[in-house]
């Protein structure tokens, strides 16, 4: 491990508490990065894979317009996702070995914000559509819209409540 002087540390920032270089700023939080769009895509792929078995279910001719518009959505929606995942993936390959970690973490940082906001969007979606089918279409559009408002929410209270807490 490295100490702070350490010739290797001469671009460590010794404010944030942390002995690291840059490079080692950087591998951590492409490693945290990638440990968050994990979480991600396992959520991506039971709602996807959800999805993909209904369209196979007899109860699905008998969906009306609004809920076979709402499914596709969500279809196209899952595959955006999965598709943004993938492309983290892709960056990391692209630029492997090029030393432009800081460069590919930065990215990857904005392609996972995007890939939350369609998670988000997808999971109030599948609960929406849930609701629409075994309820009614209030009770799905209710679920929807209170889908969004907690995922959504969670990014602004959620921050707040922890910045208390400091």
């Known amino acids: 491990m490295t100490q702070p002087g350490d010739a290797n540390t001469s671009d460590a920032n010794p404010s944030d508490g942390r002995a690291e270089t840059r490079n080692q700023r ?9 440990q968050e769009v994990r979480v991600t895509q396992t959520c991506t792929q039971i709602l996807g894979g959800f999805l993909l078995a209904v ?5 699905f001719a008998e969906l ?5 518009t709402l499914y596709l959505v969500l279809v196209a929606l899952a595959g955006l996702a999965t598709a943004l995942a993938l492309a983290l993936v892709m960056l990391h390959r692209r630029h492997f070995g090029k030393q432009q970690k800081a ?4 990215t990857g940082n904005r392609l996972l914000r995007a890939n939350l906001v369609i998670v988000v969007a997808l999971t109030a ?25 907690i995922g959504f929410g969670m990014w602004v209270f959620m921050p707040l409540a922890t910045d208390r807490e400091e």
């Open 64 to 68: 009306d317009d609004f809920q076979r």
């Open 103 to 106: 460069r590919v973490v930065l």
């Open 125 to 149: 979606g599948v609960t929406g559509l849930v609701f629409d089918l075994a309820v009614n279409r209030s009770a799905g559009l209710i679920a929807l819209a209170a889908g969004l408002v």
């Open 26 to 34: 950087a591998d951590r939080n492409w490693n945290e990065l990638i």
């Open 55 to 59: 369209a196979f279910q007899p109860r």
